[in-house]
């Protein structure tokens, strides 16, 4: 097993990595919309929180030698469905692959977040 830990996305927020490789397989911890230099949330949109829940995965991503093309699982949290739109249009400039994905509905969120995103990815060693 691989730790995987870059200062490019935010740091854990309790007892947890940002991610493992492990087989070839890439799992990350879910990513919510708080910026990696300050640990701020990005914004109050979900447009603005989805872009940096993206930004923050593809840093992991980067961080394990692979990216957004290799991505085969992922799942999404919402705080709200009806955001369900907005974030599609989000997620689907950065998860092109169009890799399997869940996506639910949560009663809350870290921080009264509106949305996280975990991903599962194949690393070529």
Request: charged residues 15%; negative net charge; aromatic residues 8%.
């Amino acid at each position: 097993m691989k730790v995987i830990a870059t200062n490019q996305a935010p740091a854990a927020i309790g007892p947890y990595s940002q991610g493992y490789v492990v087989n070839g397989l890439l799992f990350t911890s879910g990513q919510v919309a708080l910026l990696p230099e300050s640990g701020a949330v990005a914004g109050e949109s979900i447009e603005a929180q989805a872009e940096q829940c993206c930004k923050n995965i593809g840093a992991l991503l980067a961080a394990a030698g692979t990216g957004f093309d290799k991505v085969i699982k992922t799942t999404c949290f919402l705080a709200d469905m009806g955001d369900f739109a907005v974030f599609n249009a989000i997620y689907e400039k950065y998860f092109v692959s169009k890799p399997a994905r869940s996506c639910v509905a949560v009663k809350t969120l870290p921080k009264n977040l509106l949305c996280e995103i975990e991903a599962i990815a194949v690393v070529e060693e």
